[in-house]
């Protein structure tokens, strides 16, 4: 029995310094070929909502822990004065396009009308030239008849009464030249006179011009007065969750103000502390096994996607643990996506997560 309880005891022995020689092969090999870091924090991209200009919240759309789609109203701003102020200056340009539109329908008819009086006036200088002409011709037949006549007197072949007949008449004829000429120089001026009164177009463009400009002036400052009463109106620039309220109703902002913060849900990564000599087994692609504690029994798959250039003291955490030369040993920042993240992670939280990075 001696001698059984003996080898019972050298068996006993030799188990376990079996096991501890390979529990230490083990832990060696992971050593070499593994990293492990624990405590790794929950990250996401906060997206801080700011105003651009000052005033007071009239209404807040949303509440701490809402699902937002991108562009979906958060919060509006006081904005009864700008609204006020773009009524007002469209009223302003409705009218102004009506006075140019009357303009334009004025210009119309002037110009209609001066057309019209033109052609009336070169109508007459015409009818009057060819009248004139026509006189003239018959003066000139009765100034022949007329010499014609005072050839035949002083032949005593015809009598003083003949004579004194083609005298009147070529005198007649003569006033009756003279008055159409004169009545052709009326009219002559009088076409320079319609035709000066074109001037008038100019005038009628030139309002037109500034009255389109003014137009443009005021559709500018409709549109910046839009500018200015949309950015009273804060709206999501992403599809997120609503992580905190800092503003509420009545309240006073300034500009540059945090009103609230909201984050992607569907943006996590980790953000492991990794011991610096530990940082060369790691390499960005390199496949990382999740352990979380609130999910015990399932491992998640994630990526290095980034490796810090600068220690945890560096940025402000102040992280150490004791090196393998028994120093305090700084701390590198390992960024590691989340392929499959976990359903109900908090941005910010700090889990307790084992993370075996293999190459």
Not at 35 to 61: C, D
Not at 91 to 105: F, G
Not at 319 to 340: D, L
Request: charged residues 30%.
């Amino acid at each position: 029995m001696a001698q059984g309880g003996k080898r019972t005891v050298r068996l006993l022995i030799i188990g376990a310094v079996s096991g501890g020689l390979l529990l230490l092969g083990y832990e060696l090999v992971y050593w070499l070929t593994h990293v492990y870091a624990s405590g790794a924090r929950v990250e996401t991209e906060l997206t801080r909502i700011a105003p651009r200009v000052t005033g007071s919240i009239s209404v807040l759309h949303v509440r701490e822990g809402d699902r937002v789609k991108q562009g979906q109203p958060l919060i509006g701003l006081v904005d009864d004065e700008i609204r006020l102020r773009v009524h007002a200056l469209e009223t302003e340009l409705a009218l102004e396009k009506a006075r140019c539109r009357r303009l334009v329908a004025e210009r119309a008819a002037f110009e209609a009308e001066l057309e019209s009086r033109l052609a009336t006036n070169r109508e007459r200088i015409r009818a009057v030239e060819t009248e004139l002409i026509a006189v003239r011709e018959r003066l000139r037949l009765a100034e022949k008849e007329l010499a014609r006549v005072k050839v035949l007197y002083r032949k005593e072949l015809s009598a003083a009464r003949e004579l004194s007949v083609e005298q009147d008449r070529v005198l007649k004829l003569k006033g009756e030249s003279a008055r159409l000429a004169a009545k052709l120089s009326v009219a002559a001026k009088e076409l320079a006179q319609v035709e000066a009164t074109r001037t008038q177009l100019g005038v009628f463009d030139e309002r037109i011009r500034v009255s389109a400009i003014t137009e443009d002036k005021m559709g500018t400052d409709i549109e910046a007065a839009k500018v200015e009463l949309e950015l009273r109106h804060l709206r999501s620039p992403i599809d997120g969750i609503i992580d905190r309220v800092y503003k509420h109703k009545g309240e006073y902002v300034d500009e540059g103000d945090v009103v609230l913060v909201l984050h992607d849900a569907s943006n996590y990564w980790l953000e492991a502390q990794v011991d610096e000599d530990q940082i060369r087994h790691l390499e960005v692609g390199q496949t990382a096994i999740l352990d979380f504690e609130a999910y015990p029994f399932q491992e998640f798959i994630g990526r290095v996607e980034r490796i810090g250039s600068a220690t945890a003291r560096q940025i402000g955490i102040a992280e150490r643990s004791k090196s393998q030369f028994g120093r305090q040993a700084e701390r590198v920042p390992v960024r590691i996506a989340i392929e499959e993240p976990p359903p109900r992670l908090t941005p910010g939280m700090v889990a307790n997560v084992n993370v075996r990075i293999f190459q």
